[in-house]
C-alpha cells in the first residue's frame, strides 16, 4: 500500500450506491486537496463490466458529475492488500466483506456512515428497487460519508 490513502467503496451491485460513494469522494478530496486512490466494486455478481444504473448516473449528474464511464466489478481478496480502507454502504455488504476479508488483512473495513457523529451503525438505504428520490437520498448519504472520511485521512496525514 502506498503513502497515499487508498479507498474502496462497496455495495451489492456496483451499480447505484458505490459509485455514488466513489464520484462524492473523488469530488471531496479534490476540493480539500487531498490525494487519493479511489475505486468501487460489488459483493454480487449480476451486473458485472456494466456500467452504474441511469438513475445513479442522474442523480451524479444533476451534481456536476460523470459517472457512466466505469464498469462494475466484484470486490476480490486482493482488495485486502490494495487498499487502506474498505467501505461498506450497507450492514450486509458490511457483513459480506468480513467473510471475504483474508485472515491477514490489511485494509481497515468500516461501515460508510461510522464515519460520521451521529450517524453510527446506519446503512445507506438500497435505491434499487425504491422512486428516484432514493437515489437523492443515497447520494445525499454518500457525500456526509465522503466528507467525513476526507476529513480523517487529511487530519491524518498531517500528523505523518
Ligand atoms: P447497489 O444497488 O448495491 O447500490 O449497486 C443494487 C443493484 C442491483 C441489485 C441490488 C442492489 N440487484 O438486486 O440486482
Same mark, same amino acid.
Given at each position: ?52 444504473? #441511469?438513475? =445513479?448516473? /442522474? ?9 457512466? +464511464? $466505469?464498469?462494475?466489478?466484484? %470486490? &476480490? ?25 483474508? #485472515?491477514? =488483512?490489511? /485494509? ?9 457523529? +451521529? $450517524?453510527?451503525?446506519?446503512? %445507506? &438505504? ?35
Amino acid at each position: 500500500m502506498s503513502e497515499i490513502p487508498a479507498v474502496l467503496f462497496v455495495c451489492l451491485g456496483n451499480i447505484c450506491r458505490s459509485p455514488l460513494a466513489e464520484a462524492a469522494f473523488r469530488a471531496a478530496a479534490k476540493r480539500e486537496g487531498l490525494e487519493v486512490h479511489v475505486e468501487s466494486a460489488g459483493l454480487g455478481h449480476w451486473h458485472l463490466g456494466y456500467p452504474p444504473d #441511469p438513475r =445513479a448516473q /442522474a442523480v451524479a449528474r444533476r451534481n456536476g458529475i460523470e459517472i457512466g +464511464g $466505469r464498469k462494475a466489478r466484484l %470486490v &476480490t481478496p486482493d482488495d485486502f492488500d490494495r487498499f487502506n480502507h474498505i467501505i461498506g454502504l450497507d450492514a450486509e455488504n458490511l457483513a459480506g466483506l468480513r467473510r471475504l476479508a483474508p #485472515p491477514d =488483512a490489511r /485494509a481497515e473495513v468500516s461501515l460508510l456512515l461510522d464515519h460520521v457523529p +451521529g $450517524r453510527e451503525g446506519q446503512s %445507506v &438505504t438500497d435505491p434499487y428497487y425504491e422512486e428516484d428520490s432514493a437515489f437523492d437520498d443515497a447520494w445525499r448519504d454518500a457525500c456526509e460519508g465522503a466528507d467525513a472520511l476526507v476529513a480523517r485521512l487529511k487530519a491524518e496525514a498531517s500528523v505523518r
